[in-house]
């Protein structure tokens, strides 16, 4: 008899202990989910009644247009109306990524030819074949990544002069440029294109993520000193996007979900633009940087330089019999 009563005793606590549990699972669920649901609204709430060319302008600016990101975001903002303008250095690869937007959208495709390593010069062609032409949304995108994972001093010295000229350089100077004619017109917007590179330092691509904590600054910054003029400043920090960037490991050049193509990139990417000022971009990376962010700074520095170890190894395979 007192067996039975000890045993209605242990099942009535542990029928409070999974209740209490489940309650308290319930909770946490409910606020990842409440989360969740915070990041990835942007992305999936309907554009605004206004379209980009009416809020912004008629004009696009798009830098390093003819592959990757820049093409993709080029040919999204061209199907939503907006005409372009490509900046890149290969005028062949402009002509023909010209020619194909033009076929494809009722819009006008306008071709720069210019190279960002060589600083101002570079800018000063740009000021010259715009002219007076009003540009309603730039597009900082270029970029430069190592040829491969390295320690500082085996990077050449001119790679590494190249990647800080083109991540900060022409970011800087093409902002300076267009932002004050938006600044009379009183609207525009500047999408500066970092890399989730920034979230922590990146051993082996060093500079790489140094000069992608500088465009994360200078962005939030510039939305200081210019939102009170009715221009929106975007910062987008993507992980891994399969383009020819990544080249160096094979694992990179196969999309998938949380490694997507250039043109899902952009599509997701152009439907934050005016909604939020900070995104990753693309939803699943909204939730992957979710995770990323969890462990301490130093913690994810030694994941990224484990993970860049392993791209090295795959650049290596690739070319040990090259
Ligand atoms: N792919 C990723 O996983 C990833 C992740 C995070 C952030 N990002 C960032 O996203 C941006 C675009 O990356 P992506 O992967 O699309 O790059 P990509 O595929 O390598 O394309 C780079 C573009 O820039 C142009 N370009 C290169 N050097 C140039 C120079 N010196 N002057 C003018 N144009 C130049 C290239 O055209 P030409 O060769 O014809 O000049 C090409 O159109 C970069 O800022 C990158 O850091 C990329």
Redesign the pocket.
């Known amino acids: 008899m007192v067996g039975l009563e000890m045993n209605c005793v242990y099942a009535t606590f542990a029928t409070i202990g999974v209740i209490s549990i489940i309650f308290l699972f319930f909770d946490t669920i409910c606020i990842f989910l409440q989360i969740v649901r915070a990041i990835l609204t942007p992305y999936f709430i309907p554009q605004e009644p206004q379209t980009l060319n009416e809020k912004y302008g008629t004009w696009a600016l798009i830098?390093?247009?003819?592959?990757?990101?820049?093409?993709?975001y080029s040919k999204e903002l061209a199907s939503r109306g907006l005409n372009v303008v490509l900046?890149?250095?290969?005028d062949?690869?402009?002509r023909d990524?010209a020619k194909e937007i033009e076929s494809e959208y009722k819009v006008k495709a306008k071709i720069i030819t210019?190279?960002?390593?060589?600083g101002t010069k570079?800018i000063e062609t740009v000021k010259r074949e715009l002219g007076e032409l009003q540009i309603g949304i730039l597009v900082?995108?270029?970029?430069?990544?190592y040829t491969y994972p390295m320690y500082l001093g085996e990077v050449p010295e001119e790679e590494l002069w190249?990647i800080i000229?083109?991540?900060i350089g022409?970011v800087t100077l093409m902002t300076r440029f267009i932002i004050k004619k938006m600044k009379e017109q009183k609207k525009g917007a500047i999408v500066n294109?970092?890399?989730?590179?920034e979230c922590q330092p990146m051993p082996l691509t060093n500079v790489?993520s140094a000069?992608?904590v500088y465009?994360q600054y200078f962005t939030e910054a510039l939305r200081e000193e210019y939102a009170k003029y009715g221009i929106t400043v975007q910062h987008?920090?993507?992980?891994?996007?399969?383009?020819?960037?990544?080249h160096f490991s094979d694992k990179?050049q196969e999309t998938s979900l949380l490694?997507p193509d250039?043109t899902t990139y952009a599509k997701y990417a152009i439907s934050t633009l005016g909604k939020i000022n900070h995104s990753t971009g693309y939803w699943v990376h909204e939730i992957q940087r979710f995770f990323v962010m969890l462990p301490p700074r130093w913690i994810r520095m030694k994941i990224g330089e484990h993970i860049n170890k392993s791209f090295r190894k795959d650049y290596f395979r690739q070319h040990q019999n090259s």
């Open positions: 830098t390093g247009a003819t592959d990757g990101i820049g093409k993709a900046v890149s250095r290969s062949t690869k402009l990524t210019a190279d960002f390593t060589t570079a900082n995108n270029v970029g430069k990544q190249d000229h083109i991540n022409a294109i970092s890399s989730g590179a790489y000069t992608k465009i987008l920090s993507p992980f891994f996007i399969n383009t020819k960037m990544n990179l490694v250039a």
